[in-house]
């Protein structure tokens, strides 16, 4: 019997060590239940950092650490808008939150990305000299293919960051990537933060959610997916994985699945959280929704942080961002 790999997809951690605490040991629960499940190999999809501070990277990487996770072999990130441009954490900030998108190195943090967790690109080949994205793993039967789909700070087209785009000099590299040997037969899995369904309003969210949603909606975009479809479909590619919006989902277009894991960490609903587990067996692949254990992270993760969470000073509502 062939022997089995499995891939864990998990997205949108917002790791914020000072504001949200609570995120962490989410993480730290999911990594737990990866461990338990033998995952060979896990794929996060993007806004691993909630304000795209240097220090809640640092965070991100200590707990990688903590799980022995800084390897290429074991794991695989691709960025996220959060990663970026970070997000308004309070609704004052909002008004001024284009600004301070404009102001941003974009290129920089991109780089500062890369650096901050250099050693999970490990085994990556590169196919540009001036960014770590696109890259392709090859892990067996599968390879992984990350891609950057944050577009660049524009005043019409993207005043707060986050909406996607997979530029040119991308969609030229991913073809030749598609064309190599390495990937020929290969289970191929697209990494990529952006959503390609249409995105709908939450009823369970609050009345501020909602018009955030109502705003956000109208610069939350991906252009031009259609040629990043038809590439996908032209490259062979059977999964793509993704985050950016908080649910857990699945659906297709023409043959190609898509997995959003956005819901791994803050979804609307808190029963809902949960993230998806790829068991490849030859030429098949099953995947599988594994709900985060709520209450072994009260039991074990929140006790170890209880002095922390209960001296952090009362915050204002924040804005919950995609």
């Given at each position: 019997?062939?022997?089995?790999?499995?891939?864990?997809?998990?997205?949108?951690?917002?790791?914020?060590?000072?504001?949200?605490?609570?995120?962490?040991?989410?993480?730290?629960?999911?990594?737990?239940?990866?461990?338990?499940?033998?995952?060979?190999?896990?794929?996060?999809?993007?806004?691993?950092?909630?304000?795209?501070?240097?220090?809640?990277?640092?965070?991100?990487?200590?707990?990688?650490?903590?799980?022995?996770?800084?390897?290429?072999?074991?794991?695989?990130?691709?960025?996220?808008?959060?990663?970026?441009?970070?997000?308004?954490?309070?609704?004052?900030?909002?008004?001024?939150?284009?600004?301070?998108?404009?102001?941003?190195?974009?290129?920089?943090?991109?780089?500062?990305f890369y650096n901050g967790i250099k050693e999970t690109f490990e085994g990556a080949r590169f196919f540009s000299p001036k960014s770590a994205f696109p890259f392709v793993k090859v892990l067996g039967d599968v390879a992984v293919i990350g891609i950057n789909s944050i577009a660049r700070w524009h005043a019409l087209k993207n005043p707060i960051g986050s909406n996607g785009k997979v530029d040119e000099e991308q969609r030229e590299m991913l073809k030749k990537i598609f064309d190599s040997t390495p990937v020929k037969k290969k289970h191929l899995f697209v990494a990529i933060h952006h959503h390609f369904n249409k995105k709908e309003d939450e009823q369970e969210r609050t009345k501020f959610e909602r018009l955030w949603l109502a705003f956000e909606s109208a610069t939350l975009k991906l252009h031009k997916k259609k040629r990043l479809l038809k590439l996908f479909r032209h490259g062979g590619v059977q999964h793509v994985l993704h985050g950016h919006v908080h649910q857990h989902e699945e659906y297709h277009h023409k043959g190609v699945r898509f997995l959003n894991a956005g819901g791994s960490i803050i979804p609307v609903s808190e029963s809902k959280q949960a993230f998806h587990l790829f068991i490849v067996q030859g030429a098949h692949v099953t995947v599988k929704t594994i709900l985060l254990q709520r209450r072994a992270e009260k039991n074990a993760g929140m006790r170890k942080n209880k002095t922390t969470l209960h001296s952090l000073p009362i915050k204002k509502q924040a804005v919950v961002m995609t």
């Open positions: 019997m062939t022997q089995e790999y499995r891939i864990a997809h998990i997205s949108d951690l917002h790791l914020s060590p000072d504001y949200f605490p609570e995120r962490t040991e989410r993480f730290r629960m999911v990594l737990l239940q990866c461990r338990q499940l033998n995952v060979d190999h896990i794929i996060i999809t993007g806004d691993v950092t909630n304000q795209a501070r240097r220090e809640e990277l640092e965070h991100f990487r200590s707990v990688l650490k903590e799980f022995s996770l800084l390897d290429g072999n074991k794991i695989s990130v691709v960025i996220g808008n959060h990663d970026i441009f970070g997000g308004p954490y309070h609704a004052e900030d909002v008004l001024k939150f284009p600004s301070l998108c404009k102001s941003t190195n974009y290129d920089a943090k991109v780089d500062e």
